[in-house]
C-alpha cells in the first residue's frame, strides 16, 4: 500500500488561511469516509486535530476543518497562528490487507 | 489521565531481536484496539501493527510481517511487539497508540526509540 500523497511543505503568514491536500485513490480516501488529520511537532507524539473527513475531536481549535472530493482529502487550517508550524499528516483506512495508510506528511511554516 | 508508557527500545544489531512492551492506564484497555506506529529519523509516520481487544486478532503492515508479533496482556494493561530479524530499516521512533474506533488514533504515548546498527 502506497503512502498518501501530501505536499512536501505549506507556508502562509500569521492570520492568512492554508490547505494541505491529501490525494489517494478509490480503495482509500476516494472509499471510505475514514480520513484523520494528526498534527506533530518537533519531539512529539502526534495529535489528532480531525476524524472522519470532518470532524473535530473536543478541544481542537474550529480553525482546523477537513473536507473531501473524490480521491482527495484536505486540511484547512484558518487565522493561522504560529503554534500551528509543524508537521501534518494525514490518513485513510483502505480496502487492502492491511487496512491503515498514512499520508507523506506535510511541514507547515509560519511566515 | 490517559497514559501510554513505551520501553525497551535501545540499539541493536542487525538480524537481532528486541521485544518493545506498552504500559496503559486511565482508559478501558481491555475494551481498545491497539496500535504501533513508527516513525524513521527524519521521515513520516508508518503503520506497524495492530491488534484487537481479546488480542485474538492481529495483523501487520508488508514491511514487517513474519519478523514482528504483536500481543497483549490484558490483567497486566500491557501491549508488547516482539520484534525479530531486525534490520536497517526498522529503525525509527516507535509508538504506541489507541484505537478509539477501528480507524482513529486518540491517544500516542511518547515513542521509544529502536537503533539497528552494526
Known amino acids: 500500500q502506497s503512502a498518501l500523497t501530501q505536499p512536501a511543505s505549506v507556508s502562509g503568514s500569521p492570520g492568512q488561511s492554508i490547505t494541505i491536500s491529501c490525494t489517494g485513490t478509490s480503495i482509500d480516501v476516494g472509499e471510505y469516509n475514514y480520513v484523520s488529520w494528526y498534527q506533530q511537532h518537533p519531539g512529539k507524539a502526534p495529535k489528532l486535530m480531525i476524524y472522519?473527513?470532518?470532524n473535530r475531536p473536543l478541544g481542537v481549535s474550529n480553525r482546523f476543518s477537513g473536507s473531501k472530493s473524490d480521491n482527495t482529502a484536505s486540511l484547512t487550517i484558518s487565522g493561522l497562528q504560529a503554534e500551528d508550524e509543524a508537521d501534518y499528516y494525514c490518513s485513510s483506512y483502505t480496502s487492502s490487507s492491511f487496512p491503515y495508510v498514512f499520508g507523506t506528511g506535510t511541514k507547515v511554516t509560519v511566515l | 489521565q490517559v497514559q501510554l508508557v513505551e520501553s525497551g527500545g535501545g540499539l541493536v544489531k542487525p538480524g537481532g531481536s528486541l521485544r518493545l512492551s506498552c504500559a496503559a492506564s486511565?482508559?478501558?484497555?481491555?475494551?481498545?484496539?491497539m496500535t504501533w506506529i513508527r516513525q524513521a529519523p527524519g521521515k513520516g509516520l508508518e503503520w506497524v501493527s495492530y491488534?484487537?481487544?481479546?488480542?485474538?486478532?492481529?495483523n501487520y503492515a508488508d514491511s514487517v510481517k513474519g519478523r514482528f508479533t504483536f500481543s497483549r496482556d490484558n490483567a497486566k494493561n500491557s501491549l508488547y511487539l516482539q520484534m525479530n530479524s531486525l534490520r536497517a530499516e526498522d529503525t525509527a521512533v516507535y509508538y504506541c497508540?489507541?484505537?478509539?474506533?477501528?480507524?482513529?488514533?486518540?491517544?500516542w504515548g511518547q515513542g521509544t526509540l529502536v537503533t539497528v546498527s552494526s
Open positions: 491488534i484487537s481487544p481479546s488480542g485474538s486478532y492481529t
Open positions: 486511565g482508559f478501558p484497555f481491555s475494551d481498545s484496539y
Open positions: 472522519d473527513v470532518s
Open positions: 497508540a489507541r484505537l478509539v474506533t477501528t480507524t482513529v488514533i486518540d491517544y
